[in-house]
């Protein structure tokens, strides 16, 4: 495992990139063991009054049982496994005094599996939500786009095993993406780690 931290250097944000947070082989046995064990589901949404499946999987773990609201979903907590509260535990020993209480985990099984523009600015999520996001399996890019200035843009590749944290001002200022691909890929597996109030 390498903690190299790269900053994403963009305007009114606090974003690390930590590319090798997992190695690959630690990663890939991880993610064979959530395909299988973790209960996915696939819920409803409703956008612009057109209610349709999401456009992946979810699931919702957590150690406050504290349910989570988006986009009229409102999805309740099992309790974390041992895999995921060793993820998380590592992650807080890194940016320290973060303590999470939540996952929400995303399965993308396909490149026309996606997740539309939004900022995680619940406001269940506190004043300055800490967002930690590990990506396993397929890469995929994540677009970053300012709620203000349309002109700011940016795009990076997460990659097997890496970790992306979003904190400060982050959420209030940009809003992020991962979009659909034409291409033939394989499953992503993405955890969301958060603290739910």
């Known amino acids: 495992m390498t903690q190299d931290a790269l900053k994403i250097n963009l305007p009114e944000s606090d974003i690390i990139y ?43 773990y957590g150690n406050n049982m504290q349910p989570y609201s988006y986009s009229d979903i409102t999805m309740y907590p099992l309790p ?8 998380k535990t590592t992650i807080e020993s890194l940016i320290s005094p973060t303590v999470f209480t939540s996952c929400l985990l995303n399965l993308y099984r396909d490149g026309k599996d996606s997740n539309g523009w939004h900022a995680d600015d619940e406001a269940s999520l506190g004043k300055n939500p800490v967002i930690a996001s590990v990506s396993l399996g397929q890469e995929r890019f ?9 002109s700011l843009k940016h795009k990076m590749l997460l990659t097997h095993g890496s970790l992306l944290i979003m904190k400060g001002s982050t959420q209030h200022n940009w809003l992020h993406q991962i ?3 034409s291409r033939k890929i394989g499953e992503r597996i993405n955890l969301t780690f958060r603290v739910i109030l």
């Open 18 to 60: 930590y590319p090798n947070f997992l190695s690959s082989e630690n990663a890939t046995q991880l993610m064979n063991i959530l395909q299988t064990t973790i209960a996915w589901q696939q819920d409803n949404i409703t956008v612009f009054g057109k209610t349709y499946p999401q456009p992946r999987l979810t699931a919702l």
């Open 80 to 87: 974390f496994t041992k895999e995921l509260n060793e993820v």
């Open 179 to 181: 979009p659909k691909t």
């Open 142 to 150: 994540f677009n970053f786009k300012h709620k203000k200035d349309k």
